[in-house]
């Protein structure tokens, strides 16, 4: 089992830059890769970004350049540097784990409002 917080959202004009981080326990060495999903209002659940065990990343086109995913495995925490949102990035985002077994695991999410 892994347990999975989300924090840091909140409200921000257009243009503006958030943070979100993911604060893992439980079974975390089992861990074999986390991500980032975003679900809007109407919309389905969309990926956003994923790290890999040794560090490597990727993103959704609609985030690329301006989303940086990073992960510390000293505090086990999963971190989400938001830069120049849009109003169309407003949606709850998730944090993602799944293990080497396959099994997933979710956040509750925090919601994220960009509006002027």
């Known amino acids: 089992q892994v347990q999975l917080v989300e924090s840091g959202g909140g409200l921000v004009q257009p243009g503006g830059s958030l943070r979100l981080s993911c604060a893992a326990s439980g079974v975390i060495f089992s861990i074999d890769s986390m991500a980032w999903f975003r679900q809007a209002p109407g919309k389905q659940r969309e990926w956003v970004a994923a790290?890999?065990?040794?560090?490597?990343?990727n993103y959704a086109d609609s985030v690329k350049g301006r989303f940086t995913i990073s992960r510390d495995n000293v505090k086990n925490t999963l971190d989400l540097q938001m830069n120049s949102l849009k109003p169309d990035d407003t949606a709850v985002y998730y944090c993602?784990?799944?293990?080497?077994?396959?099994?997933?695991?979710w956040g509750q999410g925090t919601q994220v409002s960009v509006s002027s």
């Open positions: 790290i890999f065990g040794v560090g490597n990343t």
């Open positions: 993602n784990s799944v293990m080497r077994n396959g099994q997933q695991f």
